[in-house]
């Protein structure tokens, strides 16, 4: 397959103003040194020795230098250049990154090639499905377009919809084509994969660092994602970087596409990318399952870190009839390896107060390397939790983490817990605080909660400094330079009570800080003025409503346009927006009763932040208002369409039916919904009277 890689270069211009001889030498070294660099970065198979690429490398920088009008921005020599950003501008993905969900156990397999079955209506005598398998790469998913076979612009996941450009980083990346075979769709194409850092490179990498005398890494993934973070592509060119393509994004669509993703593997390797060698096609569960122990055998010796392998149902028509369910589609599971234990000895437990004031049991442990980084601490959940594993002050425990999870304490070994005449005395459980260890605010355990909190509210500097630490993060307001300590001591020194009073901040009223240079100082003021402009879901989700989180708010965005529109929406208007449910409700319409809420919005708009309101997604059409519940199967239509027709006619899909259900439509195999239903006398529709009505 490698072997018949064509490295023919897109046409170069200017031929005729250089001298036929200089272009056709240009055209024929760049077609040799990227079949050199291929056969080295991406098969792993050197054909020449370095030195040879490097005297053709050299030839053909000294031709592009006296013929500077045969440079092309695909040209092997135009991986590094460019002085550094500035920032990184956003993009917005052409089709959202998703997520995919987690199985961990064989039961949880199972059950999702019983559900694929199910959705698509398979009977029990229907062959098994098809599954691709493919390692779950441990890096940063990334995603690359191509319009016309050249690489025009890579972004990072960043939040699924918008992502970081860092084009430039990618582009010194040697396993990235910088443009693809004569076969690559013309137009836009779009590929998706993940960039890593191979163990071997990451040692070292390390080594490296170390020896200059620069930090050195905790873990493959971290080095990867601090490289492609750096504003010089120069420095990043210097990182053992590598690509793996694992899908392509939607508006890749061309004839030649193949209709499978195993197909699109084969595709994606014979267009010039490095796919996943250990991938697999595998037959129903049990192949899932066998693929799963296969590489759990392979894990050590692999070149790469990776923490699970990803099952996509093959045939890509299949896939399109199995939709989405939030925000992962529900053709793909990730099926991961169990997180990594290791032993530790709880020297203390703390309390942590969090953004909405939720006291979090905290263990302070001896330092311990688990899951790629030294941890010393490590939550207990909640007091409930903490008290049915019983962990006590002095125990030996087992902690466990697994990529980016936070670290937990997962049980107790009490054959090892220390004796003494005093017992637990000396070590004792710790019980809830009846008061808050930051602001000596009552501390609420709500009786079918197990989440105590602390009532203080913003008064509380703990929660105030969460807050604002939420404010500025990446995803909400992505404040550059205002860090955990920066905050903390903001609301130390009582310059920050709330989010408003950051865009009052002064350069002299920072200088006062500890260890903060001038300037530093006029960078933190330069870097919050211009989160001044503010994009409205962002904003909504900064300002750290309970149950509301990223995906939420940009629903309400959509839905409501302005902010003015949420702070007066009652309870039946939010839950008009979809997937907003009486909880979620209910939280916002808490946060807005609380008029130092409001203040700090009408605070921060007179201190110059300002906002776009979005054209309404108005919710219009014969339906407006009306709450369906759907049970059953269908004879036509899959739950995902069922639900989308709802919501074209402006109505709800509600999951459960109670006294506000205008409609259950109910199909085969109905159950207690329908029953339900019945008992409090809601009108029950089949799919055809419920079609009727959608054409009202
Ligand atoms: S497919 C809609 N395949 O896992 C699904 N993702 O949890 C699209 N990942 O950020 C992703 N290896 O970067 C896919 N072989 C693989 C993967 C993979 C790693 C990452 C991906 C994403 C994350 C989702």
Request: aromatic share 6%; with cysteine.
């Amino acid at each position: 397959m490698q072997d018949a890689f064509d490295f023919s270069v897109p046409e170069v211009t200017g031929k005729s103003a250089s001298g036929p001889a200089a272009a056709d030498r240009t055209a024929e070294l760049r077609v040799l040194l990227d079949r050199y660099a291929h056969a080295y970065y991406v098969c792993d198979a050197p054909e020449v020795p370095d030195a040879e690429y490097d005297r053709l490398f050299r030839e053909l920088e000294s031709i592009e230098s006296t013929h500077p009008e045969l440079v092309i921005a695909a040209s092997p020599t135009q991986r590094v250049g460019a002085k550094p950003l500035a920032a990184f501008e956003s993009v917005s993905h052409l089709t959202p990154m998703l997520s995919i969900n987690n199985a961990f156990t064989a039961e949880e397999v199972e059950a999702f090639d019983r559900r694929c079955r199910e959705t698509l209506l398979l009977s029990d005598s229907a062959p098994p499905i098809a599954y691709a398998c493919e390692p779950k790469f441990d890096g940063l998913a990334i995603s690359l377009v191509y319009e016309n076979g050249v690489f025009q612009q890579g972004a990072t996941r960043g939040d699924g919809t918008t992502g970081e450009n860092v084009t430039l980083n990618l582009r010194t990346i040697r396993s990235i084509p910088l443009h693809l075979t004569k076969e690559a769709p013309q137009g836009r194409f779009e590929v998706r994969g993940e960039v890593l850092i191979r163990r071997a490179d990451f040692a070292q990498l390390n080594a490296a660092q170390e020896a200059a005398g620069e930090k050195t890494f905790a873990n493959p993934r971290n080095a990867a994602a601090g490289s492609l973070r750096q504003l010089d592509s120069s420095i990043t060119a210097q990182r053992p970087l590598t690509f793996f393509a694992y899908g392509i994004g939607e508006a890749a669509e061309s004839r030649t596409t193949p209709d499978t993703q195993s197909g699109i593997l084969d595709w994606l390797s014979s267009l010039g990318f490095r796919v996943a060698e250990t991938r697999a096609l595998v037959q129903g569960a049990s192949g899932l399952l066998s693929y799963y122990e296969q590489m759990g055998m392979q894990r050590p010796s692999l070149a790469y870190d990776i923490d699970g392998v990803v099952y996509k149902v093959d045939q890509r028509e299949l896939q399109a009839r199995l939709g989405f369910v939030s925000r992962a589609p529900r053709f793909v599971i990730a099926h991961k390896f169990p997180a990594e234990e290791v032993l530790s000895r709880v020297v203390e437990i703390d309390v942590q107060i969090g953004r909405t004031g939720a006291v979090t049991p905290v263990a302070r442990l001896e330092p311990v390397f688990v899951g790629g980084v030294t941890v010393t601490n490590a939550t207990l959940h909640n007091f409930i939790e903490m008290a049915r594993k019983d962990i006590r002050i002095g125990d030996t425990v087992i902690v466990r983490r697994a990529g980016d999870v936070i670290p937990e304490v997962v049980s107790a070994l009490i054959d090892r817990r220390p004796l003494d005449a005093e017992g637990q005395a000396l070590y004792p459980l710790m019980q809830c605080p009846a008061l808050c260890p930051e602001c000596a605010s009552h501390i609420e355990l709500p009786p079918d909660e197990a989440v105590a909190r602390c009532t203080g509210g913003l008064v509380c500097p703990a929660q105030r400094k969460q807050a604002l630490r939420h404010f500025a993060s990446r995803r909400a307001m992505d404040i550059e330079g205002l860090g955990e300590k920066i905050v903390d001591q903001l609301v130390e020194a009582g310059l920050v009570h709330s989010p408003a009073d950051l865009y009052t901040l002064t350069v002299p009223q920072l200088s006062v800080l500890d260890r903060f240079a001038e300037k530093s100082a006029e960078n933190l003021v330069a870097a919050i003025q211009q989160s001044c402009h503010a994009r409205l879901d962002r904003l909504i989700y900064a300002l750290g409503i309970r149950n509301v989180g990223e995906q939420t708010a940009k629903d309400l965005a959509r839905y409501l346009g302005s902010m003015d529109a949420l702070v007066q929406a009652d309870i039946a208007t939010l839950m008009q927006v979809p997937d907003v449910g009486p909880v979620v409700a209910d939280s916002i319409v808490s946060f807005f009763a609380e008029s130092h809420n409001r203040e700090v919005l009408t605070r921060m708009q007179a201190a110059g932040v300002h906002w776009q309101d979005l054209p309404t997604q108005v919710v219009e059409g014969p339906l407006v208002g009306k709450t369906i519940v759907l049970t059953g199967t269908l004879p036509h239509l899959s739950r995902d369409e069922a639900k989308a027709l709802i919501e074209a006619a402006g109505a709800k899909v509600s999951g459960s039916v109670s006294a506000k259900t205008h409609w259950v439509v109910a199909g085969e195999a109905a159950g207690s919904k329908f029953e339900k239903a019945q008992s409090l006398g809601i009108e029950i529709l089949d799919e055809a009277e419920f079609l009727k009505r959608l054409q009202l």
